[in-house]
């Protein structure tokens, strides 16, 4: 993958790129397959925090104001955006983070 500079939008949110991502959650640890390629991601704890916070329709900008790491959550996203995990929804109203979002970004102890 190269290495090219995605911009990306913090007051929008995001979803997985096409119907070919999957997750699963696993006791707090999210992988993510791209069923197109076969590729599969696993994120730290903070990143599988954002990753969910993401496919639920949260922003950016919502994840900054509540992460530990919240300097990393640009860099993350654009990376997400690089592998063509996600793409950018502006026609999709932001979801309020959830509580239990919230909390997980919160006690992360590792960046993304």
């Known amino acids: 993958m190269s290495a090219t500079a995605v911009t990306i939008d913090l007051g929008v949110p995001y979803a997985p790129a096409s119907s070919d991502i999957a997750h699963e959650s696993f ?5 993510v397959v791209d069923l197109e390629n076969g590729k599969y991601y696993s994120f730290t ?3 599988s925090a954002i990753w969910l916070a993401l496919v639920e329709a949260a922003t950016p900008a919502d994840l900054i104001e ?5 300097d990393a959550v640009p860099e993350f996203v654009q990376r997400l955006c690089r592998y063509r ?3 950018a929804r502006p026609d999709v109203a932001p979801a309020p983070l959830s509580a239990a979002c919230a909390e997980r970004l919160r006690n992360s102890i590792e960046a993304p």
């Open 85 to 87: 995990l996600i793409v």
């Open 66 to 70: 509540h992460g530990a790491f919240a």
């Open 27 to 31: 006791d707090g640890d999210v992988v």
């Open 45 to 47: 704890r903070s990143g």
